[in-house]
């Protein structure tokens, strides 16, 4: 089975629906939870939903997101190593710095991200929700 990292953008347009954006999330969740794919995320991603959630909805509401998430998801520790490689990589942005260094201590070798230009440094294979299902539908067919 495939095991995809998915960046919080992703995450979060499945969990709030965003507009134009949460059909593809919600796929990729389905294939998860139907045992097509392993999805995993970064604890630091698990930290930024609770937060952004929480501003939105409520920390009540943000909470039980957090826990209905846990059983869909494995989550990867972001630690010194992975902090160490993101401050001293090429990266612009710091966050998507660490994500990438997650995914690929992780093992992981795909992000699925809407933000691929943040990921332009990144040794890793990057793409967006609807590349990523694309490719997945034509390798799982």
């Not at 089975?1 to 969990?15: A, G, P, Q, R, S």
């Not at 993101?86 to 699925?112: K, P, R, T, W």
């Amino acid at each position: 089975m495939k095991t995809i990292f998915l960046d919080t953008n992703v995450v979060l347009d499945f969990i709030l629906k965003r507009k134009g954006f949460a059909q593809e999330a919600a796929r990729i969740f389905d294939l998860g939870e139907r045992k097509k794919l392993r999805l995993s995320l970064s604890s630091l991603s698990m930290n930024n939903i609770d937060y952004i959630v929480s501003k939105i909805e409520s920390k009540k509401k943000s909470r039980q997101i957090v826990l209905k998430l846990l059983p869909l998801v494995d989550v990867f520790k972001v630690d010194r190593s992975t902090i160490e490689k993101a401050a001293l990589s090429n990266f612009i942005d710091f966050e998507n710095a660490i994500q990438n260094y997650c995914a690929e201590e992780g093992g992981v070798n795909n992000i699925i991200t809407r933000n691929l230009k943040d990921f332009r440094k990144s040794e890793l294979s990057i793409q967006t929700p609807k590349e990523f299902l694309v490719s997945f539908d034509l390798i799982d067919s």
